[in-house]
């Protein structure tokens, strides 16, 4: 008996040593992939493709090298390679487990909203209102979207085109001026102002009014970005006096203005396309469209809907902030219908192959990264049109002023969606974005430990119940104090 114990004792033993070995491990061997893959897809920026050996091909002329890269003509810029979302992941049962929990979570949301319908009033209450409310007037934002897309279509391409052939005729300075001016009027007033003006004189519902917003912002960013990286090409064949302007083909700008990317490239890496993937990312935008319906039914409306026949004060104030944390689910079913099921769906539908359109975000120790890796669709054109140019503007020698620019342009524009929407300036997101964003982003990104991604996390949480409890008040406000007076300084007010 006594040696079985020592035996099975042992047994023991060596079971834990083998436990704690396969999780030591396991976490090297996570560490090391991802430190080999980031020095592969580096190391792959860095070097010449060579699709067939030099000693059985002639050597490659620039212009057919240039061919086989997917970055701009005049320099370095982002490097688009094939790659897949991080959310991928969900293909790994461990972590195929908390996208079951979320659903799960759904259907308790849908029940709890039938069994209390079932038991005020005796029945199933299918009530949709909210979503229809929100999603309002939609042949009218179909209209709006289909002149603003070929509005870009047309006039900036057709600008570009013109702009290219005055670069071989006699002051191509003069030019360069003329047609300059003309694009950023039309940024302004054709694509800025006017859309935006039929929201607001049709009294648009937000989601609709969401919808016409982002699409102007996101069309405008890709007509300045098609030109930005195409004048260079244009200029270098003006200077060179090579044969034939560089000029992109239709066909090209039009896959752009669809490509779920800010930044033009005349060529992308493609795969195939796999229509049962598409179909599945668009119903989970769809089922992510009904999870929010059902968090704004359960823990917005019900909250807020009487606020103003309450006594406010510091205490109503704080447990509304705190009770607003919960409905940050928002925050990530907008981030999984949009980031991952939308692009991903349209990257499939046009052949996209590089679908990194955000990093491990939940992994930021702090603000920092956590801006850089949210949204890199996004970052990317503030990186390399905003931050960049500024740099190249200055000489490189205000690198501060540059961040605060890019900081200053992210905010203002976040506001304006938000105002224009909403249909009140209340720039709640602004200060939080140039206060405590701007400041956290300022500090150094060396903090590596749990603490820092957990003060991350409770930073973030806590923000978002504040963005959420002010702008649903000041929602329920405009309704039961509407001005007397529509005046911009009562506006303001």
């Known amino acids: ?69 997917f970055r701009p003509p005049h320099g370095q810029g982002k490097l688009f390679v094939s790659r897949r979302s991080l959310l991928e992941l969900f293909e790994v049962n461990h972590i195929r487990t908390i996208y079951h ?28 209102g909210l979503l229809v409310y929100a999603f309002g007037q939609f042949p009218l934002v179909v209209c709006t979207w289909i002149c603003m897309f070929l509005s870009v279509l047309l006039v900036p391409y057709s600008l570009f085109h013109l702009w290219a052939q005055s670069q071989s005729h006699s002051h191509p300075g003069m030019y360069s001026l003329l047609f300059g001016s003309v694009f950023l009027l039309y ?18 519902p937000p989601a609709s009014c969401f919808i016409i917003i982002l699409e102007q912002v996101r069309l405008m960013m890709k007509a300045h970005s098609f030109v930005r990286e195409n004048v260079p090409r244009v200029q270098t064949w003006a200077k060179d006096k090579t044969p034939g302007p560089v000029v992109p083909q239709v066909s090209q700008y039009l896959y752009f203005l669809f490509a779920p990317t800010l930044i033009y490239r005349d060529k992308y890496p493609n ?5 049962g993937y598409v179909a599945t990312k668009l119903l989970q935008v769809l089922g992510c469209l009904f999870y929010a319906y059902y968090v704004f039914v359960r823990l917005c409306i019900p909250q807020f809907h009487s606020i103003g026949l309450q006594l406010f004060d510091l205490r109503a104030m704080v447990l509304c902030v705190f009770n607003s944390i919960l409905p940050v689910l928002v925050l990530f079913l907008g981030f999984f219908a949009f980031l991952h099921c939308w692009l991903n769906a349209f990257a499939e539908m046009l052949c996209f192959a590089d679908r990194m359109f955000y990093k491990d975000w939940w992994n930021s120790t702090s603000f920092a990264n956590y801006y850089r890796t949210w949204n890199v669709v996004v970052h990317d054109w503030l990186y390399y049109y905003v931050y960049r140019d500024f740099l190249w503007i200055s000489q490189k020698r205000f690198r501060p002023a540059a961040m605060l620019f890019v900081f200053t342009v992210s905010a203002v524009v976040h506001e304006y969606i938000l105002a ?73 007010k």
């Open 187 to 204: 940024q302004a007033l054709g694509l800025g102002f006017l859309p935006t003006y039929m929201a607001v004189t049709n009294s648009v």
């Open 271 to 275: 795969p195939v396309i796999r229509w």
């Open 420 to 492: 224009v929407c909403f249909g009140f300036f209340y720039p709640v997101l602004f200060c939080l974005f140039m206060c405590f964003g701007m400041f956290n982003f300022i500090l150094h990104d060396q903090r590596k430990g749990p603490i820092w991604n957990i003060i991350m996390w409770t930073s973030l949480f806590l923000g978002q119940g504040v963005i959420i409890c002010l702008y649903s008040q000041e929602w329920y406000a405009q309704r039961y104090c509407p001005l007397k007076e529509l005046s911009l300084n009562n506006l303001f």
């Open 101 to 128: 929990m979320f659903i799960a979570l759904l259907i308790l949301f849908i029940l709890s909203t039938l069994v209390v319908d079932f038991i005020d009033e005796g029945r199933l209450v299918l009530d949709f």
């Open 1 to 69: 008996r006594l040696e079985m114990e020592h035996v099975i004792s042992k047994k023991l033993q060596l079971k834990r040593k083998a436990e704690y070995l396969k999780s030591d491990l396991m976490r090297q061997f996570e560490g090391q992939v991802s430190d080999f893959m980031d020095s592969l897809i580096e190391e792959s920026a860095s070097l010449e493709p060579a699709p067939v050996p030099a000693v059985f091909s002639p050597p490659l002329s620039d212009k057919e090298r240039s061919k086989l890269h």
